[in-house]
């Protein structure tokens, strides 16, 4: 009487690959779930790197937290949409990540915050 030991239960990822029409367009889909949001990128999986995309990922919500408080939520991305668009523009720009210094990126974002206000 023994346990089967080579069964783990079910397999956890952050991984989507065995959609046949991303298969098709050689895509993958890279997701990080957190408290209450989970992101994803659709990403090439010949040419990008899916650790890198989960670390930019991370990235993000650091930037969405900081700007928004603690623990950022959907109801925070729902009402301010332009805001998370704004947050995306500073950190990537045609498909290429362009920052990953969250002072600078929330710096950038004060300063267009406080220009909108002056007007």
Known sequence: MGADLGDDGPKVTSFIDDIPELEEMGATVVFREFASITIFFVINKYS??????????????????????????EIDLVFNPDKLHYILDEVI??????????????????????AILQQ
Do not use: H, P, T, W
């Open 93 to 114: 720009l045609d498909g290429i990540v362009i920052s990953l210094d969250v002072d600078k990126v929330l710096g950038v974002l004060m300063s267009r915050q406080e």
């Open 48 to 73: 990008e790197s899916e650790l890198a995309v989960l670390d930019l990922i991370q990235f993000f919500v650091e930037v969405l937290d900081k700007y928004f408080g603690n623990n950022v939520c």
